[in-house]
């Protein structure tokens, strides 16, 4: 017959693990409504109300940034090595580095592509330039998360 036989360290080991996930979390929810609030500041008309009414092509934009600005979050993550203190702290400030960067390139390339993404978004019709500007920013999430490591 086999017995249960936990490591005397299992329980501390399972209550460092759960409290790093809830601490990662709260970082990462705070990095993305910062990252929201940045994409909904930069970008020409209120964006979170326009995601709200189903604007299809703000919504596009919106996902995408949030997928983009997750990535970056996630790879500051994996690079913290199981260091907790250092963790949390490159990821809010890589996170906030990354917000920035991304924001600002992206309206770089609305710039150079001549987009005028106001009334983009705004619109209540698919516009296959939002995947453009969509693009941009899980691309540029990319480099950034990539440039992390």
Do not use: C
């Amino acid at each position: 017959m086999y017995e249960l036989a936990l490591d005397p360290g299992f329980g501390s080991a399972i209550g460092r693990g759960i409290g790093a996930i809830a601490l990662y979390a709260v970082v990462g929810l705070i990095l993305m409504v910062f990252g929201f609030y940045a994409i909904d500041w930069t970008t020409p008309g209120k964006l979170s109300a326009l995601v709200r009414n189903g604007a299809p092509n703000a919504v596009i934009v919106t996902a995408s940034g949030l997928v983009s600005m997750a990535l970056i979050v996630v790879v500051a993550i994996y690079s913290s090595a199981g260091k907790l203190d250092e963790g949390l702290l490159s990821s809010l400030i890589y996170g906030l580095l990354g917000i920035v960067v991304q924001v600002a390139a992206v309206r770089l390339l609305e710039w150079v592509t001549r987009l005028d993404i106001g009334s983009l978004i705004e619109s209540d019709r698919f516009a296959p330039a939002s995947v453009v500007v969509a693009s941009a920013h899980v691309a540029l999430g990319l480099v950034v998360a990539v440039a992390i490591i």
